[in-house]
T-cell receptor
Framework: KAGVTQTPRYLIKTRGQQVTLSCSPISGHRSVSWYQQTPGQGLQFLFEYFSETQRNKGNFPGRFSGRQFSNSRSEMNVSTLELGDSALYLC????????????FGPGTRLTVL | ELKVEQNPLFLSMQEGKNYTIYCNYSTTSDRLYWYRQDPGKSLESLFVLLSNGAVKQEGRLMASLDTKARLSTLHITAAVHDLSATYFCAVEETSGSRLTFGEGTQLTVNP
């Protein structure tokens, strides 16, 4: 069974640009969550999607957004990039939101110059 | 707001020694995860602890959960170099899905 896949794996952008990251969950998993990992703030929850609906959102500015498609694939978008957005962005999938183990993808390493 | 604290944050130990990493959390939850992360890599699931008194063991690692004390421990027995990594505990809120992570414990096992 294939794991969670994320594309691209590495990305370099400049301040002010926008970026879209993609996540394909494990087959059969319908819930996708996104986390940001930085050396200063650690691992922080961004948002969670289930059945194309955002169920939960972390404490991030509106520049961070996401969506989920009918095939459960998810994208997150960051607009007007800032230097502080440089991070490892991790996607996790689970069967559904109700107390199911989350499996993490390899992450997308975003560098903002 | 759920807070999760790990200690120690840095741990340097010799091969063959035992040690324990502690994870305290601030609100009621009965579902706790331990993950391992190697440098530049993603999170690898180690243990899922689902109820008070849960104990799980895999190789040289053993995890336990005391929901009354809001405490989980990750015990390392006879450490080997391959265990060098950062270990995170994460607590799942009772509403499901959202994980709150501890700061991580960077473990270095020296020969």
């Amino acid at each position: 069974k294939a794991g969670v896949t994320q594309t691209p794996r590495y990305l370099i952008k400049t301040r002010g640009q926008q970026v879209t990251l993609s996540c394909s969950p494990i087959s059969g998993h319908r819930s996708v969550s996104w986390y940001q990992q930085t050396p200063g703030q650690g691992l922080q929850f961004l948002f969670e999607y289930f059945s194309e609906t955002q169920r939960n959102k972390g404490n991030f500015p509106g520049r961070f957004s996401g969506r989920q498609f009918s095939n459960s694939r998810s994208e997150m978008n960051v607009s007007t990039l800032e230097l502080g957005d440089s991070a490892l962005y991790l996607c996790a999938s689970s069967l559904d939101p109700t107390y199911n183990e989350q499996f993490f993808g390899p992450g997308t390493r975003l560098t903002v110059l | 707001e759920l807070k999760v604290e790990q200690n120690p944050l840095f741990l340097s130990m010799q091969e063959g020694k035992n040690y324990t990493i502690y994870c305290n959390y601030s609100t009621t939850s009965d579902r706790l995860y331990w993950y391992r992360q190697d440098p530049g890599k993603s999170l690898e699931s180690l243990f899922v602890l689902l109820s008070n008194g849960a104990v799980k063991q895999e190789g040289r690692l053993m995890a336990s959960l005391d929901t009354k004390a809001r405490l989980s421990t990750l015990h390392i027995t006879a450490a080997v170099h391959d265990l060098s990594a950062t270990y995170f505990c994460a607590v799942e809120e009772t509403s499901g899905s959202r994980l709150t992570f501890g700061e991580g414990t960077q473990l270095t096992v020296n020969p």
